[in-house]
């Protein structure tokens, strides 16, 4: 799989793994920098047990993304050779 050079700078930027933090609705880096908010209220507050559907989404999030780093993090110098 190609990735692009939005993939490669991400991966670069991002210390992983990340991790979701549920008391501020934000998923953050290894080194305990935020990498983005998880809001997603609009449709959730509406919903059977809205807090536990954002933060599932927030775990998803975060365990996708370091499943997508453990899966692409070993080739890195290969992928920025191949951007």
Not at 41 to 47: G, L
Not at 50 to 57: L, S, T, V
Not at 63 to 74: A, F, G
Request: hydrophobic content about 40%.
């Amino acid at each position: 799989m190609k990735n692009s050079e939005n993939t490669v700078l991400a991966l670069t930027t991002i210390e992983f793994p990340v991790r979701y933090d549920a008391d501020g609705q934000t998923i953050r880096d290894a080194k305990g920098m935020m990498v983005c908010d998880v809001r997603g209220w609009s449709k959730i507050q509406f919903m059977d047990k809205a807090q536990k559907r954002h933060d599932a989404i927030g775990e998803l999030i975060t365990t996708l993304l370091n499943k997508y780093s453990d899966e692409q993090i070993p080739d890195l110098e290969e992928l920025m050779l191949g951007v």
